[in-house]
C-alpha cells in the first residue's frame, strides 16, 4: 500500500464503492454506497444496508465523515443510515453531520432514528428542490442533477478545484514576502497585494460522477462531461433485458458505456448490479467496443485521483 505525505494528500482524492449491490444484498456484496475522502475528510454517497460494516473493512475511519449524500429513498439506497450514525456517535462525534437528499429527507431521517436516539451530534438536514443546482459544503463542491426514476432521485458530481498555477518568479520580482504567498494562492488579498498579481491560467481540477437509479437521457452526459471518474449503474448486463430496464427506471452496461463515451470521461465503473446478476465481470468486454476504460466495479473498490 503506498503512503503519502499529508501534503501530496491534499493534492488528491480517494474514491471507494463501499457497496455495488442493488435492491437485496449478498454474501460478497454490499448495497449501495460510495466513500469519498479528501484533505482528511470523508463524503458518503448512498448508505445501503451494511455500510457501515464495508466502512470499516475499509479502514478510512468514522469520525470524519462530515457530509452524506442520498440519490433518493429506496431502502437499497438508505437503510443502513442508522446503524451508521450510531456508529458515529459510539466513535465519539461530537461536531454536526450534514445529510444531503431530496424534499422529505428531513421527515425519513427523523423516522429512521427514532431506532437511535440518543446521538452524541447534531443531525443538518438540506433538502434540495428537484432541479439541477450547485451547493458547497466545506471542502466539497457539489452538482446535482434530477433523474429518471419511479421516485425523485438525484446524480451527484464531486468537484474538487485546484489552484491557479502560481509564478513565483513574478512574486519574487514584485517583493512579495514569501509567508503571503499560500494566502495569494487561495485567492486572498494580503496588505496590497492581490492574487491576480501571481497567479496564473486556471489548472483542472478532480471531478467524479455519480448517476445510478435512472434511465438514460441527454441531460446526464454535459452532467459528467471530462469527470475523471464517472461511476454509473449498470442493472442488467444483457442488451435482451431492455424492456426490463425500461420498466423499472434502470439502465444496461451498454447504456452507461453510450454515457461514459458521449460526456468524454476518463473512467467508467460499473456498480448497483441485480440481485440476480451473479458475476458482472462477463459483460464488461460486451461494453468496451463502445467505452474502452470499462471495469465492473466491485465491493471496496478503490482509485486515487491526482491533481
Not at 460510495?34 to 455500510?51: F, Q, S, V
Not at 442488467?236 to 470521461?265: I, P, Q, T
Request: charged share 20%; glycine share 8%.
Amino acid at each position: 500500500m503506498i503512503e503519502y505525505s499529508q501534503e501530496k494528500r491534499n493534492n488528491m482524492l480517494d474514491i471507494s464503492l463501499l457497496g455495488t449491490g442493488g435492491m437485496i444484498p449478498l454474501h460478497n456484496r454490499y448495497l449501495t454506497a460510495m466513500l469519498a475522502r479528501y484533505n482528511g475528510r470523508l463524503l458518503l454517497i448512498d448508505c445501503g444496508e451494511g455500510t457501515q460494516v464495508t466502512m470499516r473493512e475499509l479502514g478510512w475511519g468514522f469520525v470524519n465523515l462530515n457530509v452524506v449524500l442520498i440519490t433518493h429513498f429506496h431502502a437499497d439506497h438508505i437503510s443502513g443510515l442508522p446503524g451508521l450514525l450510531l456508529s458515529l456517535s459510539n466513535y465519539g462525534r461530537k461536531e454536526p453531520l450534514r445529510i444531503v437528499g431530496p424534499k422529505g429527507t428531513k421527515d425519513v431521517v427523523n423516522n429512521l432514528c427514532v431506532i437511535v436516539p440518543r446521538l452524541m451530534y447534531t443531525i443538518e438536514v438540506i433538502e434540495l428542490e428537484n432541479q439541477a443546482q450547485s451547493i458547497e459544503i466545506e471542502d466539497w463542491q457539489i452538482s446535482v442533477l434530477p433523474l429518471l426514476h419511479s421516485l425523485p432521485c438525484f446524480g451527484y458530481s464531486i468537484h474538487i478545484p485546484r489552484f491557479n498555477k502560481f509564478n513565483v518568479t513574478s512574486a519574487k520580482q514584485q517583493n512579495i514576502p514569501i509567508e503571503f504567498w499560500s494566502k495569494l494562492q487561495r485567492g486572498e488579498t494580503v496588505e496590497g497585494f492581490t492574487p491576480d498579481m501571481v497567479l496564473g491560467e486556471p489548472r483542472k481540477g478532480i471531478k467524479v460522477s455519480y448517476i445510478t437509479d435512472t434511465r438514460p437521457f441527454d441531460d446526464i452526459s454535459s452532467f459528467i462531461k471530462d469527470s475523471d471518474l464517472f461511476i454509473c449503474e449498470g442493472m442488467y448486463g444483457d442488451d435482451n433485458l431492455k424492456e426490463k430496464a425500461d420498466r423499472f427506471y434502470h439502465m444496461l452496461f451498454s447504456d452507461a458505456a453510450k454515457l461514459a463515451k458521449s460526456g468524454n470521461v476518463k473512467e467508467l465503473w460499473m456498480t448497483h448490479y441485480s440481485q440476480a446478476f451473479v458475476n458482472p465481470e462477463q459483460y464488461i468486454d460486451s461494453i468496451k467496443p463502445i467505452f474502452e476504460n470499462s471495469k465492473a466495479g466491485y465491493d471496496r473498490m478503490t482509485k486515487t485521483i491526482i491533481f
